[in-house]
């Protein structure tokens, strides 16, 4: 279970994290990755969509079933065909959005274990030093925490695909796959914390699970930013990140 608290606290905390950014002038560390993010988000949109149609008339070429409705020469078979054809991408792209968030995490994770220092620093009002022996093993350590989280959502999504057939409780699957993706987003942002308080990764991933609700409460907003085309995809990474630390130094649990 979670605390309902934790989660207001955790959206709250964007607002704490849009005030620290404007007082201590970091829209730099904002924009940069930011921009980065748009444009590799894009670009996938655009890739992923522009292949999917190539790979779906490969899959179906694959099928004699093909033949067989050509044959047909029947407008209604050839409607089903190309509607399952519109379905097999639309899936593809849903898959694209679900996954393009760890790949980003994967790529950004030096930048986003450095903000988080920084944030972290300028609240306690001192300076954490620079080792590149550090930077490399927490981007070492961003990177094995993404891909954990990336295989157990995974398991836990093909899960309620299944049981998204069985009538009634199908209806809540929708909902529940917004709130396991929110989950593993914010479990993200609040390990850059926990690595920096030298917390393993076992004992950053009981942390986190005694504290689902700022896990849950981050990564919902982070949801939400990204239904503001460009605006919020640009703004959410950072924010997210920033608005973690923010929390976990008010309720100075680490």
Same mark, same amino acid.
């Not at 950014?21 to 890739?47: R, S």
């Not at 209604?76 to 792209?93: A, D, K, P, Q, T």
């Not at 690595?195 to 005694?210: C, D, G, L, V, Y």
């Not at 990564?219 to 920033?242: E, K, R």
């Given at each position: 279970?979670?605390?309902?608290?934790?989660? +207001?606290?955790? =959206?709250?905390?964007?607002?704490?994290?849009?005030? !620290?950014?404007?007082?201590?002038?970091?829209?730099?560390?904002?924009?940069?990755?930011?921009? +980065?993010?748009?444009?590799?988000?894009? &670009? #996938? /949109?655009?890739?992923?969509?522009?292949?999917?149609?190539?790979?779906?008339?490969?899959?179906?070429?694959?099928?004699?079933?093909?033949?067989?409705?050509?044959?047909? $020469?029947?407008?209604?078979?050839?409607?089903?065909? /190309?509607?399952?054809?519109?379905?097999? *991408?639309? +899936?593809?792209?849903?898959?694209?959005?679900?996954? !393009?968030?760890?790949?980003?995490?994967?790529?950004?994770?030096?930048?986003?274990? %450095?903000?988080?220092?920084?944030?972290?620093?300028?609240?306690?009002?001192?300076?954490?030093?620079?080792?590149?022996? $550090?930077?490399?093993?927490?981007?070492? *350590?961003?990177? *094995?925490?993404?891909?954990?989280?990336?295989?157990?959502?995974? /398991?836990?999504?093909?899960?309620?695909?299944?049981?998204?057939?069985?009538?009634?409780?199908?209806? =809540?699957?929708?909902?529940?796959?917004?709130?396991? $993706?929110? %989950?593993? !987003?914010?479990?993200?942002?609040?390990?850059?914390?926990?690595?920096?308080?030298?917390?393993?990764?076992?004992?950053?991933?009981? !942390?986190?699970?005694?504290? *689902?609700?700022?896990?849950? #409460?981050?990564?919902?907003?982070?949801?939400?930013?990204?239904?503001?085309?460009?605006?919020?995809? &640009?703004?959410?990474?950072?924010?997210?990140? +920033?608005?973690?630390?923010?929390?976990?130094?008010?309720?100075?649990?680490?």
């Amino acid at each position: 279970m979670f605390s309902f608290r934790e989660v +207001i606290a955790a =959206i709250q905390c964007y607002g704490k994290a849009h005030h !620290f950014i404007t007082a201590n002038k970091l829209w730099k560390w904002i924009l940069l990755p930011g921009i +980065i993010y748009c444009l590799l988000f894009i &670009a #996938g /949109i655009y890739f992923v969509w522009s292949y999917s149609g190539e790979f779906v008339e490969y899959l179906l070429s694959l099928l004699p079933l093909r033949t067989w409705i050509q044959d047909l $020469e029947s407008s209604w078979v050839s409607f089903v065909f /190309i509607l399952l054809g519109l379905c097999i *991408r639309l +899936i593809l792209m849903l898959l694209y959005f679900a996954y !393009f968030k760890y790949f980003f995490l994967i790529l950004g994770s030096p930048l986003f274990a %450095y903000l988080s220092e920084k944030t972290e620093a300028i609240l306690q009002h001192r300076e954490f030093p620079f080792s590149w022996q $550090e930077f490399l093993k927490d981007m070492v *350590r961003g990177i *094995r925490i993404s891909f954990r989280n990336m295989v157990f959502q995974t /398991i836990t999504l093909l899960l309620l695909f299944l049981l998204s057939f069985i009538p009634i409780l199908g209806w =809540i699957t929708p909902l529940a796959g917004f709130f396991i $993706e929110a %989950y593993f !987003f914010g479990f993200s942002m609040m390990d850059y914390s926990c690595e920096r308080h030298r917390m393993n990764m076992r004992q950053s991933i009981t !942390f986190i699970k005694a504290h *689902r609700g700022m896990a849950l #409460g981050n990564g919902i907003v982070f949801y939400l930013f990204m239904f503001i085309p460009v605006l919020g995809w &640009a703004l959410a990474p950072s924010y997210a990140v +920033i608005a973690a630390t923010i929390h976990l130094q008010d309720k100075r649990l680490l």
